[in-house]
């Protein structure tokens, strides 16, 4: 991994506070840290710690009050809203715990919404296979079990092919065995599509198939750790 | 491993597909809004494709039918002289050729008067010469004669001698000094001064006749002239009885069959051949079902109807160019030939037609050609040989008959234009309105497809997608019935109004602009800037389902109410926008309604009212007040009373009304006036009540009224109101009239009466006006308008049923999820229904209570804009039944809508709350 490699995503100095006055409270008080590319990057902590502010602040759909994030050389704080859009439409994949599919579109389609936005998409029937949705791509989500509404919306994400694919706690809807179907899904996705991948959870289980570990607590980073005895997501247990 | 990975091509928006399955799987709405729609744009474009059509055939018919640019008529038939002098359109210069003539005639006269004093003179003289002579003779010759005679033979002799004298001498001597005397300056001295003093009675008197007159138009000799061609257009007006109804008493004017000017289109038969054959108005023969071939009394002789035609001068059958409304149930038109016509009984109208052989080339042109015309006729009937008096002048612009049809055609347009907008804002609201529902429920998606980088714009255009398809579809499928089978519809409906020549379906542009371009814009505009404004939100706020732009800190506390009232208050307020474009669309069909439900109480109530109305059942005007012999007419019918009346013009921006005056006597049992009035002696007058609602006068304000053809202006203080609607009216003393108008004491124009006069000689009545009369305007609106009205309330109740549709569909799909919800709890479904369905009827109730007060006083104000342009006035009344009416009609609507509420609630499963949002 070379050095550039190390800062593909640099973020120094963030501070974000909601409310003003005596309803002021501080979300997030400074935070700073790198992630490289291709590495998948756990943010762990407790409800109300700021990891899903952060990560929407990483995703340009949230601003911070200071600080700077810099993505592939990008300052995110220098784009407009144009810039924004445009910035998640050719980087970024997004992942909600929610899976927030269109009901009246397909499998394939509800995929085919996140390829109409890339220049150079995946292949929609392999990326199908992988997700293990061949079979079910013309039926609406309405008909599909929970873990596999998450495998389309993952699909969604990936098939633009983004540099940086933000998970906002995909599996915090699932069961046992759905959740890990789905890490082993994004495992899968980070070493065949080489993605960044950043993970917002609170279960503490799943760092231990991360390359990189950032724990938040009280709107500050608690730890900073680069995971050297990584684990399967098939191994995981919780 | 990135050597795996294999890319596949770039894909269509798949967002595209959903659309289509957007309004399949919200069919039900999207077609009731199609519909709506469809209706509307279809029934206004057939209006403007008929109206354009039509306008147009009418257009062309000028020319095709050399419709005259106008038309006067004289008390009695023009000379050659007269007619060349028209022809040629030049003004007279009516005080240099009066004056000529006057000189003329006085020069000859005054020669003829100093004649005869000199002759008078020299005959006294000479005469009196010869006597002296005589007599000096016999005188002198008896004093020579020795007999001395006696006086008896000196007078006998001298009477032999003076005969003998005067025999011989007189002629001679006269001629001689006769000649001599001609011959003399005294003589020319004489004749001069007589002429002189002659010419200056003369200049005094044309002075004052003519100096008025001359003033008020602006005679100008040298006016450039208007040349025009002058067609005789002799008409005679005769009673119309038709066999199969005995009860019907009609007029018709009968025309010579014509070739020159005002032709006509043969719809139906052919034109007139034989001295028995008749060719009718078309508009007139179906509203009394009279056909070809059936036969028609006229004048108490019976033709065959040989044609039903459309006169170009008579496109809507207007019996006076001063009546309010056009009479097409008891006028008629018709042409025949030339032996039929003098078979007529009945006095011959003079009336003549002309066309301006340069064309104007617009319509301010043309006023100012006829207005020239009017003075050349003014001047030349004024110089002609022949006492000859204006019965009537009509540009063909300012002619009812010719324009109300074009006029009326092109407020249709407007009217059917405006509805049309606003049926289609409303519309276009209910479709944002929902789409902004949509935009709510879809709040994660809209926010996961931001933040996956969709562009507002993009999401923007998806959304607008919808509203554009069903405004594109309904605008074509409404177009294509709008110029097939709503054209036809129109058209039917003027044909029930107006004698319309045959016309081609003409596509214009306009029309499709009006229909299609402007309601799909306003379609696309309202939703444009509801889904821009409602998309301007972060990805995160959709992602939050955190859509309200001010986010209210605490909800609004209720009092303590029982808990289901504090519920429903909960379900207002959560819907008011909704429940705001409830009274918008509600208050839209309340208009509509009023007039389809007012208008038939208003004309009936005053056909009702008019016998009450009328201060006599016969007014009787004369067309002398002195028969043949120079007799006055007199009467013997019982309460019969004489009245004075002129009728002048009352001017307003854009309309002239006409305004009958009156004279009274005091203790007149026909008009009341106040006793205190006669005695007042002052310049006041009383104006009818209709007059002063319509004008909004009150007592003590000043009117001005003006003399028609002439610029003599009136100003007159109003003493009061008098209570007469069926007319507009200004009262006066008798006094005050004569006074005003110049009339010498003892003038009157005609008879009131209650009982039908029937001393009086047809020929010398003018017009009889009785209540049917003044109900012709009512019978002809009720007549036109009246069967389309039902249709009309039939149509509002369908327009309010959809949008209460539209909007409670909504409302209870706002809520579906809470609905689940309390299901789950275990409320039973009328209780939900309650809730929900409860809050939906007060709010229908208060807004149909509101809007209805709202209809009326828009139907009111629209009804006075209305009669601002037609002359006459009646109020526009609503009874309470009417009311009544309209307020069931739409609640109604409303009970119909709330079964499909009520199985729509029953219909909502328990798990749905259950369910993820998706």
Redesign the interface.
Known sequence: MSRADKKFLKVSGLTKSFGTGDTKQDVLKGIDFTVAKGEFCVLLGPSGSGKSTLL?IL?G??SADKGEILIAGDKLSAMNE?GL??????H???V?Q????????NVK??I???????????????LLKTLGLYEHRHKL??QLSGGQQQRV?IG??IVK?PDLLLCDEPTG?LDYTTSKEILQLIEEIN????NTIIMVTHNEAIKLMADHVIKLRDGKIRHDDMNTKKITAAELEW | MENEIKNGARCKNPLRKRVWRDCLRDWKRYLMIFLMLVLTIAFVSGMYVANNSMEHSLAESVDTYAREDGHFELSSEADAELLSALEKGEQADVAVILRERAYKEAEGEVEKAVRDAIKENIEESVASAIEQQVKEKIYSASAETENAMTDEQKEEMFKKALSAAMDENYDKAVKEALEKAYDSDEYKDALEDGLEEAKKKIDEEIDEKIGEAKENYELDANAVPVPVNIYELFYKELDERINSDASYEGTVRVYIDRDKVDRYDILEGKAPQNADEIAIDRMHADNKKLKVGDSLIVGGKEFKICGLIALVDYTTLFESNTDTMFNALTFDVGVMTKEGYDGLNSSEHKNYAFRYTEKPSDEIEEKEKSDSFLKVLISQTAVSEEEQEIKEYVPAYLSEAINFATDDMGNDKAMGGVLLYILTAVLAFIFAVTISTTLEKEASVIGTLRASGYTKGELVRYYMSAPLIIGVFAAIVGNILGYTVFKDIIVGMYRASYSLPSYKTLWTSEAFIRTTIIPIAIMLIINLIVIVYSLRLTPLRFLRHDLKRSRRKKAIRLPRWKFFSRFRMRVFLQNIPNYIMLFVGITFVMVLLSMAVGMPTTLSSYKESVDEMMFADHQIILTSTKDSDGNVIETNSEGAERFSMVSLNYKRKGFTEEVMVYGSEEGSRYIKLDKGYFGSGSNAVYVSKAFADKYDIKKDDMIDLSEKYENKDYRWRVYDIFDYSAGIAVFMSNDMFRSEFGKKEGYFTGYFTDEEITDIDEKYIAKVITSDDVAKIANQLDNSLGAYMSYFQYLCVIISAAVLYLLTKIIIEKNERSISMVKILGYRDGEISSLYMITTALVTIITELISLYLGYIFMKSYWRSMLMELGGWFEFKMTASGFVKEFVMVFIAYLIITVFDFIRIKKIPKVLALKNTE
């Not at chain 1, 085919?112 to 392999?126: H, N, V």
């Open positions: 929407n995703g759909i949230d144009k859009t445009n910035y998640r439409r050719k970024l994949g997004y909600f929610m899976y927030n599919l269109i009901p009246n579109l389609e509800n085919e919404t996140g390829a109409y936005l890339s220049d150079s998409p995946l292949d929609i029937d392999e989500p309405n919306s969604r994400a092919n809807a070493q065949k599509y080489g």
